[in-house]
Every structure is written in C-alpha cells, then in structure tokens.
C-alpha cells in the first residue's frame, strides 16, 4: 500500500485518540482521569491493542481494496468527531467516527460494494481471531484482552453494516442484497454470541 506523509499522521492521531477515548469509558469515565490508577493505565494498552487495531485494520483494508483497483484511497481524520469521542467518554458513552478512507476514480457499484465490505469483513474475522483464545482464556488480564477484541469487532462489523450512508452496509446492500444479508447474520450471530461468553 502507498502512504503519504499526511494519512501516516492521520493515522497514527485517529488511533491515539480513539484508543483514549475508549480508555476513559472502560476505566469508569471522568473518575478515571480525576483519580489516575492502574485501571485506566492498563485500559489503555488494551484498547490501543483491540479497539485502536481494530480500527486501523478496518479502515486499512479499505484503503488496500480500493488501490488494488487502481483508485487513489487515502485515511483522512475526522477531528471535530475525535474530540466529541473523546468528550462523551467522559460521561459513559461514546459516538466513534474517527475518520475515513476519501476514494477518488471510477467507482461501479461491485467495487464500491467490495471496497465497502472489506472493512466489516475485517472486523468480522478479527472478532473471530479474538474470539478463539477468550474460549480458554476468560480471566484475568488476557481473558480481558481477548474479551474487548471479540465485542468491540462484533459490534464494529455490525454497526458498519447498517444499510443507510453513510455506513458501509449502504454501499454492500447496493452491489449485492445476497452478499450484504450474509454479511449482517454472521455479524450479528457474533454480536449476540457477546452477551453469552
């Protein structure tokens, strides 16, 4: 993949920020930050692991699908909502939309769709790549670890998929009905498989 200088920095600030944000709501929200602990310390390393990867990932693949097409695809931050990520966390929820791949080219509806669907298919796989080791490992650090990486991909491929602009479902549901279905059960078996490990 080809990088410019500015989508690196984009980037690495989108993770940044997203991982702190999702810190601050894991760690208890604004006591966190008043009282500092090893809580909101540790919540931060796993969220740059599960929360801040599954980020890049999603959004990298994306970027991969539409170069291989011969597109220019480049991550561009939205930071007025990084900063509302970032304030909301504080008060026990957040609304992410860290940013997005700007395509510029030819676009058909098949490569639209499946520039689109490589984001939650990401998404999809990671969860379940997390989702094998939480069947072993449940407590402790690691069963924390692997917990945040299953829900937080599950709940990344199914809100991407919502079938209204500007979600990625919305492109997918446009090239093909069939594929977007498939794509919405298996993320939403893994969505409601959450609430059961």
Same mark, same amino acid.
């Not at 929360?51 to 011969?70: C, D, N, P």
């Not at 561009?76 to 860290?98: E, N």
């Not at 069963?143 to 829900?151: D, I, R």
């Not at 549901?173 to 893994?190: C, G, M, N, P």
């Given at each position: ?31 966190? %930050?008043?009282s500092p602990s090893f809580t909101f310390v540790l919540s931060l390393i ?40 970032? %304030? ?34 990401t998404n999809i796989v990671l969860a379940l790549i997390f989702f094998v ?10 069963? %924390?670890?692997?917990?945040?990486? /299953? ?15 500007? /979600? ?19 993320? %939403?078996?893994? /969505? ?6």
């Amino acid at each position: 993949m080809r990088f410019s200088n500015r989508e690196i920095k984009e980037l690495f600030v989108a993770w940044l920020m997203i991982s702190l944000a999702f810190a601050i709501l894991f760690s208890g929200g604004a006591s966190s %930050l008043l009282s500092p602990s090893f809580t909101f310390v540790l919540s931060l390393i796993i969220s740059a692991f599960t929360v801040g990867i599954s980020f890049l990932f999603h959004e990298l693949m994306h970027k991969y699908v539409a170069q291989k097409y011969g597109l220019w695809a480049e991550f561009r931050a939205f930071y007025k909502m990084l900063w509302l990520a970032l %304030l909301f966390s504080f008060f026990g929820f957040i609304i992410a939309a860290p940013g997005a791949v700007m395509i510029r080219g030819f676009l058909s509806k098949e490569k639209n769709g499946k520039i689109s669907l490589a984001g939650p298919l990401t998404n999809i796989v990671l969860a379940l790549i997390f989702f094998v080791p939480l069947l072993f490992y449940k407590e402790g650090i690691s069963g %924390l670890f692997f917990s945040y990486g /299953f829900k937080i991909n599950s709940l990344l491929a199914l809100f991407n998929l919502i079938p209204t602009l500007p /979600f990625d479902g919305a492109k997918v549901y446009l090239w093909s009905k069939t594929i977007y279905i498939i794509a919405v059960v298996f993320a %939403l078996l893994l /969505f409601l498989s959450t609430y059961l490990i």
